[in-house]
């Protein structure tokens, strides 16, 4: 098995010998070991750039070989990894058509299994990766499954307590909060779909994912085989409106945001609040250390839809929300769609990203806050007509705007589109800067603002703002700085409305009277005002070769740093060709962006529920009656008790979750004095069902 691009021959001959044939059939064991090289067709080498090269002056014919994923799980295979690997293959692909030892060679053993390691990974526990400072293993010993059975569901609640793997195929429906703790690492294979139930089992918070300081979620899927969180009715459209922000009251209509929660992930890399902060969106998990450089595992290719669930007063679910998370974390090619709060949110931490989009969210598709110190590149945003900010920068929390580490994002090659001024477009700017934060901000495309390109507000008393980059030398915390590159495009209706002070901003705040930006449209290849709340099939915002985002001066990665790739276009789209969302996004998937490669969102295998969900409580001391226009979820047993009456109308509908295994199946039991008034029809019966389709 080879997870790296392939097989090279360059050497053929020597001075005493002539070239050996390269074949793919063993020769029987009379023939001269001098004469051949074997290489089998049952070999596996995935995806290489080319698969098996001979070089002159060698000749001959290229084996075949299996060109599969053989579903190898976790980390990066680099020395510097320093998240949990496991090189045992998982794929059907490593288990069958295996090769038999050489005949009458008796110091091979005969395996079930190509590659090094079958179900038992032999380097556990005495490896260099069992060293301090080293990932180490995801587990000891695991049994692949058999082929996947997608009717028999497997439900994720609750507190992970040993490693664990969710493979393509199975059905995960993510039933209340689940907990990664520490020391626990939650794998998860390219291509798994994870469902989360509108309300929690048990009640409490919103269904979420919560990886905790010092747990693990390798989350490595790919275009093709994205990893995917998103509820069980995406397209079910509601009219009801929640309170988002109390202080200025504003509504937002749920129509397909707020279905579940979202995932969280925790650390203990430096923020600039006490490491006993509570992450907010749940109760009782901290987050934040000394570590900087620590690692929650990978996200690669990774999208979380319809999420951001309401949990209370100005508290919904970010999509992913890091909290405290340290930059040896892998986190690129991810997507947060229709969530009712932010896209991504930063609480400090110094985690790197790239390649990610944020599309038709509630609040702000970009916050970063309480001293998040790291790099961002290639971000694209598609405001929608209900969303907040693109990016809300800050860093204090309440009159404290000069904490340490002050916030100081870098984030270059980004496009913003806002949802512009037409009727039903909220109104605000694109780039919201507060609380004293710092930051590097290049190659950027701010376009459709309702107003402005950028506001700033709170300034803090030390903090510089400037349009020349500083040299790597100078301080970005104490006292800090904020900069914002002349070459970025602000296509506002003046260059005066680029930038603008808060009402009230203390004199602090001096960058609106004297920056400047490119004004005027950077040049998409196709974007129309009609396209702003939800994209279309002709939609194409990669920027045109001969537009203002390519031919205009581009700004050199801040500093030299490498971890910025080269570009030959501002903008999240690093060239005019390079449509890094065509195979995965909401955008391609559902046939709103042009070229796209992606042709379907998944199909949901639930029931179709009401716009109104309720949960079935485990005890109903009361009478109750029920209503027909509610889907009820049943996620426990039901215990109707003496001297009560539930009543059920005719055509109420009743959905059981599935539940983990261990945990008692869902029932109504009325016990002994209890009474249960239901009473159907022949047109309007009343039904007790899995909330899975039939």
Request: aromatic residues 10%; charged residues 10%; hydrophobic residues 40%.
């Amino acid at each position: 098995v080879a997870t790296h691009p392939g097989i090279r021959i360059d050497t053929c001959t020597n001075a005493s010998s002539a070239a050996p044939s390269i074949v793919s059939v063993l020769p029987a064991s009379t023939v001269s070991l001098d004469t051949y090289l074997f290489f089998s067709s049952n070999n596996i080498i995935q995806s290489p750039t080319v698969g098996f090269q001979i070089l002159s002056p060698c000749t001959g014919t290229a084996p075949a070989f299996v060109n599969t994923n053989p579903l190898i799980s976790g980390g990066t295979f680099t020395e510097t990894s320093t998240t949990p690997i496991d090189p045992r293959a998982c794929g059907p692909a490593a288990f069958s058509n295996v090769d038999p030892v050489p005949t009458g060679d008796s110091f091979f053993d005969t395996t079930t299994y190509k590659g090094a390691f079958g179900s038992v990974n032999w380097l556990d526990g005495w490896s260099f990766f069992n060293l301090p400072n080293r990932p180490g293993f995801v587990s000891s010993t695991f049994t692949c499954p058999a082929v996947a059975d997608p009717d028999d569901p497997v439900a994720l609640c609750g507190a992970l307590t040993a490693n664990m793997r969710l493979y393509r195929g199975a059905l995960y429906v993510l039933t209340c909060q689940t907990f990664v703790q520490s020391g626990v690492t939650l794998a998860i294979q390219a291509g798994v779909t994870i469902y989360a139930s509108p309300v929690a089992a048990g009640g409490g918070g919103a269904p979420a994912l919560i990886i905790e300081k010092g747990g693990f979620l390798l989350a490595e899927g790919s275009a093709a085989a994205p990893i995917t969180f998103t509820a069980f009715n995406p397209t079910v459209s509601s009219s009801s409106s929640v309170v988002t922000d109390a202080s200025t009251g504003a509504l937002t209509v749920l129509e397909t945001k707020g279905k579940w929660g979202g995932l969280i992930l925790l650390g203990n890399a430096p923020t600039n609040v006490p490491t006993t902060a509570i992450i907010e969106g749940i109760t009782a998990k901290t987050y934040g250390g000394t570590n900087p450089t620590e690692s929650s595992g990978s996200l690669q290719y990774v999208r979380v839809w319809h999420g951001g669930a309401v949990v209370g007063a100005d508290n919904e679910i970010n999509g992913i929300t890091f909290g405290g998370v340290g930059s040896g974390t892998i986190v690129d090619h991810c997507e947060v769609a229709f969530n009712l709060d932010d896209g991504f949110e930063f609480f400090g931490g110094t985690v790197n990203v790239k390649y990610l989009s944020v599309l038709f969210v509630a609040d702000d598709a970009f916050d970063t806050d309480q001293g998040y110190i790291g790099k961002g590149q290639f971000l694209f945003v598609m405001e929608g007509l209900s969303g907040d900010h693109a990016m809300e920068i800050d860093s204090g929390v309440g009159s404290n705007q000069d904490a340490t580490p002050r916030s100081h994002p870098a984030f270059y090659s980004f496009t913003l589109i806002g949802g512009g001024t037409g009727t039903g477009a909220r109104t605000g700017e694109l780039i919201h800067v507060n609380d004293g934060t710092g930051g590097k901000f290049g190659n950027g495309i701010l376009a459709f603002p309702n107003l402005n390109g950028l506001l700033f507000e709170d300034c803090g008393s030390t903090l510089s703002y400037t349009q020349t980059l500083p040299a790597a030398s100078v301080s970005i915390s104490n006292p800090g700085y904020f900069y914002f590159s002349a070459n970025n495009i602000i296509d506002t209706a003046t260059d005066a409305s680029q930038f603008a002070l808060h009402t009230g901003t203390t004199s602090a705040c001096t960058p609106a009277d004297t920056w400047t930006a490119v004004l005027g449209p950077p040049g998409f290849i196709r974007v129309a005002t009609t396209d702003l709340a939800e994209g279309s099939a002709t939609f194409n915002p990669l920027p045109s070769a001969t537009g203002a985002a390519c031919t205009g001066t581009k700004d050199a990665p801040p500093n030299g740093d490498a971890f910025f790739s080269a570009v030959t276009c501002k903008g999240a789209f690093g060239s005019s060709t390079d449509n890094w969302l065509a195979g995965y996004s909401w955008l391609a998937c559902s046939g709103k962006m042009a070229g796209r490669t992606c042709t379907a969102l998944p199909a949901s295998p639930f029931a179709t529920l009401s716009s109104n969900i309720s949960l079935v409580p485990s005890t109903i001391a009361s009478n109750t009656v029920l209503a027909a226009s509610t889907s009820y979820i049943h996620a426990s047993q039901v215990f109707v008790q003496s001297g009560v009456t539930l009543t059920i109308p005719a055509g109420t509908t009743i959905f059981a979750l599935p539940m983990p295994t261990g945990v008692a199946a869902p029932a109504l039991v009325v016990l002994k004095g209890g009474m249960l008034m239901a009473t159907g029809s022949a047109t309007m019966p009343i039904t007790f069902t899995s909330v899975l389709a039939e």
